[in-house]
């Protein structure tokens, strides 16, 4: 029997999060996108990502084997404020969540910050690279966003396997960190 791990991907609308899962997926993916419509222009804020067309009402879901004992779920929550009600059930029972940034528009990614800080969920915020540029460095993006210094800023591209493989490795070393330090603080 496997082991199950879940992580959730979340962060404001277009950053990529789809895009995240898909890389890394071993399977093809769930994915909940519509069509954006005339009545979604009006409550929600395109921005700088005009051309995106489609967007997740729901969450997406990606698979991946690690080995012969566990398999890595991965949780994409949908970036509008407005299905802001699902992400207490997308978050329940995961190990730890990766937060997406889009520098273009980085007060769209408080409301993700602020929810796994109260919950107290270890993540990583991950500023994804469109077309290989970043409008403010990772530095810039920490003060900027208030991050803790305990909490990893990092490059990624959501494109690419192997950026969003190291990503998740980050995660996951918070994640262990964490799990060591708590252990260390217990009564014995």
Do not use: C
Request: proline fraction near 3%; hydrophobic fraction near 45%; charged fraction near 25%.
């Amino acid at each position: 029997m496997k082991v199950p791990v879940k992580i959730v991907v979340a962060g404001g609308f277009g950053v990529g999060k789809t895009t995240f899962v898909r890389s890394l997926s071993d399977i093809e993916p769930l994915t909940t996108e519509e069509a954006m419509t005339a009545v979604g222009d009006a409550v929600d804020d395109r921005g700088d990502v005009h051309t995106k067309t489609t967007t997740t009402v729901a969450m997406d879901f990606g698979r991946v084997d690690i080995d012969e004992q566990i398999v890595l779920y991965l949780f994409g929550t949908p970036g509008q404020e407005r299905f802001g009600f699902m992400w207490n059930d997308l978050v329940r029972g995961a190990l730890g969540a990766v937060v997406l940034v889009d520098t273009r528009r980085l007060a769209d990614s408080f409301v993700a910050l602020d929810f796994f800080e109260s919950r107290e969920v270890p993540f990583v915020v991950a500023v994804n690279e469109f077309d290989g540029v970043h409008h403010h460095g990772i530095d810039e993006v920490r003060a900027a966003l208030s991050i803790a210094v305990d909490v990893p800023v990092v490059a990624t591209d959501a494109r690419s396997r192997g950026s969003v493989k190291d990503t998740v490795l980050e995660l996951l070393g918070v994640v262990l960190q964490r799990a060591l330090t708590r252990a260390e603080a217990a009564p014995r």
